[in-house]
């Protein structure tokens, strides 16, 4: 009993009152549950910004969409006002939230005097940050009308540009690569022409002596050929210069345009021909002038790998004559090189249509301009 007794007075220094236990447990509690608190606030905090940022980007996208489709239509009306119809079937703008995406599942661009160029689906699209660029996808293949009632189709995938402009509307840089292609005319069995790429290139001039409206332009057409080629099988062909006020020349189409500028002023500046038919390869550079009647002038060096077959091209046919001006072409030429070729570089004159190369008078350039 006296051992029992011990055993039960004892017993309760083994365990803690539930006073204390309580007491131990509560700053614990606490402590996670202002944790927890400080968690879910910073979680509320952050939803509530991605809401915020969400239903900002929403705002500035549309708000941008609606400029954009303003831009467009002014664009529009602008060319309706020099006679250019824009059509485009089932319009549709998209690109949420990053771009504003335009698609039209065909694309054709008319004039009054009845030229139409038409297309395949079309689809442009501007960064939502950087609107003033335009990147431009067009589906071949295309079919191409004259006012005079000729129609012709280019067989191509796709044509690819890049547009550039400042706030203003005015152009900073033009873009277009053409895949390879095939042109016939309607009705024909054979293409007319063909090649594997075509590239144009437009922007305003650098250097000091450009003014904002002088446009710097070239074209490169690679692989060429057609059945109406007699001096090659193919052509790489590549042309650029500085165009003097092309930026104030207006018009309907290419000529209109062209006409317009040579009225202005005609100069060219800085201008590079590359051309190679097969082994012949002719460099030319210079400046000029065409005149209001479509009259060449023109003054710069020609470089060739092969004199006698650039004679001939000037239309130079008789054999002696042919090798007086190879052989006279080394005595007063510069011997340079064209890639991997040797070549002899000459100066190159034309004076009202009339070409010189060095001493020797060797042709005459047409008008580059149709009368009227």
């Known amino acids: ?180 292609f095939a042109v016939r005319m309607d009705g024909a069995p054979l293409a007319i022409a063909g090649g594997d790429g075509l590239e144009v290139h437009m922007r305003p001039a650098d250097g000091e002596a450009s003014d904002a409206a002088d446009i710097e332009a070239s074209a490169l057409v690679f692989g060429l050929s057609s059945p109406f080629l007699i001096a090659a099988e193919t052509v790489d062909f590549s042309i650029g210069a500085v165009l003097d006020d092309l930026a104030l020349a207006r018009g309907v189409d290419a000529l209109s345009i062209l006409t317009d500028w040579v009225s202005r002023s005609g100069r060219f500046e800085s201008a590079a021909l590359r051309l190679r038919l097969d082994d012949h390869a002719i460099n030319l550079d210079g400046m000029g002038q065409i005149d209001p009647s479509g009259v060449l002038d023109f003054t710069g060096t020609i470089a060739t790998n092969d004199v006698g077959a650039l004679v001939e091209l000037f239309g130079v046919t008789d054999a002696g004559t042919v090798a007086a001006i190879s052989a006279g072409a080394g005595l007063f030429g510069r011997q340079t090189t064209i890639g991997e070729d040797a070549a002899t570089e000459l100066p190159l004159t034309i004076e009202s249509g009339s070409i010189s190369v060095g001493p020797a008078r060797v042709g005459t350039l047409p008008p580059l301009l149709p009368p009227g």
């Not at 400080?38 to 609606?66: D, E, H, N, P, Y």
């Not at 395949?120 to 067009?138: D, H, M, R, S």
């Not at 295309?142 to 152009?171: K, M, N, P, Q, W």
């Open 1 to 180: 009993m006296e051992e029992r007794a011990n055993a039960l007075s004892v017993e309760p220094h083994r365990y803690a009152s539930p006073s204390k236990m309580t007491a131990s447990r509560e700053p614990s509690g606490d402590t996670n549950g202002a944790a927890t608190g400080a968690i879910s606030r910073k979680l509320r905090i952050l939803v509530m910004v991605l809401i915020g940022l969400c239903v900002l980007v929403t705002a500035a996208w549309f708000a941008g969409a609606r400029l954009y489709t303003a831009a467009l239509d002014q664009g529009r009306s602008a060319l309706e006002r020099d006679a250019i119809t824009v059509a485009c079937t089932d319009e549709r703008l998209v690109g949420f939230p990053a771009r504003f995406e335009v698609r039209c599942a065909e694309l054709s661009v008319s004039q009054a005097n009845s030229s139409s160029l038409s297309g395949g689906a079309l689809t442009t699209v501007a960064p939502a940050w950087n609107p003033l660029l335009t990147i431009v996808e067009w589906a071949g293949p295309f079919a191409v009308r004259t006012d005079g009632g000729v129609v012709s189709d280019i067989e191509t995938d796709l044509l690819r540009a890049s547009v550039r402009v400042d706030t203003a509307g005015a152009l900073q840089r033009l873009s277009a690569v053409l895949q390879s």
